[in-house]
């Protein structure tokens, strides 16, 4: 079935450096694409979104980059801190409302 | 704004007994509130999706009587999980949207329950 999942379950990074996730989808359908922070025990937490008409949004230290060619979505952090350590998820809209989520990294950030 | 609660944050149960999960939007009308579910080191799986006033819709392999879902008010759906077992242990999840005002496609998540069938 459609699904939407992860190349790397975890990611060690050192305090300082840029982190790169990566998420594949495979609904060619999917027009709305977001990703979220899970900390331990806590519900997801929006970082940033982008539309399928799009191929770069930025946030604060946050960049999300969608390649439809590929079905490829990736979550740069710029200078990642120990507080970014978390399990992050991409998910994506398609036209159904609930969101399909990814199988998730873990980003570990080394002090 | 957009905040989303879920009583209790915990809760530990014996093995055939029903527990009542509540989800609330606190500052808006959620039109619709999903329902998910996320096992230790996984990810959120959707078990349904509740609308205001009406029966909800459950994903494929979700026992609807099972897991009763009630969304009575725009500001509040529940999630009772009968007989429960073992294997029902789960993080539970809602998220709700909203028709009045902003996108629909923005889900604002509950911070989740941890339920424990012991």
């Known amino acids: 079935g459609e699904s939407v999942g992860l190349h790397l379950p975890t990611l060690s990074v050192q305090e300082g450096d840029n982190s790169i996730i990566n998420c594949a989808y495979s609904?060619?359908?999917?027009?709305?694409f977001i990703w979220y922070k899970q900390e331990s025990g806590k519900g997801p937490q929006f970082i940033i979104d982008?539309?399928?008409?799009?191929d770069k949004r930025q946030g604060q230290r946050v960049t999300v980059l969608l390649n439809k060619t590929v079905k490829h979505l990736s979550l740069q952090i710029a200078a990642t801190q120990p507080g970014d350590s978390a399990v992050y998820f991409c998910a994506e809209n398609t036209g159904r409302r609930a969101l399909t989520f990814g199988s998730g990294t873990r980003l570990q950030v080394q002090p | 704004g957009a905040v989303v609660s879920q009583h209790p944050s915990r809760v530990i149960c014996k093995s055939g007994t029903s527990v009542k999960i509540e989800c609330r939007s606190l500052?808006?009308?959620?039109?619709?509130m999903f329902w998910y579910r996320q096992f230790p080191k996984q990810s959120l799986m959707l078990m349904a999706t509740s609308n205001e006033g009406s029966k909800a819709t459950y994903e494929q392999g979700v026992e609807k009587d099972k897991f009763l879902i009630n969304h009575a008010s725009l500001t509040l759906s529940t999630l009772t999980v009968t007989s429960a077992h073992p294997e029902d242990s789960s993080f539970y999840i809602c998220?709700?949207?909203?028709?009045?005002?902003?996108?629909?496609?923005?889900?604002?998540f509950g911070p989740g329950t941890r339920l424990t069938v012991l």
């Open positions: 982008i539309r399928s008409n799009m």
């Open positions: 500052d808006f009308q959620a039109t619709t």
């Open positions: 998220s709700a949207i909203t028709i009045f005002g902003g996108s629909t496609d923005t889900q604002y």
């Open positions: 609904n060619s359908a999917s027009d709305y």
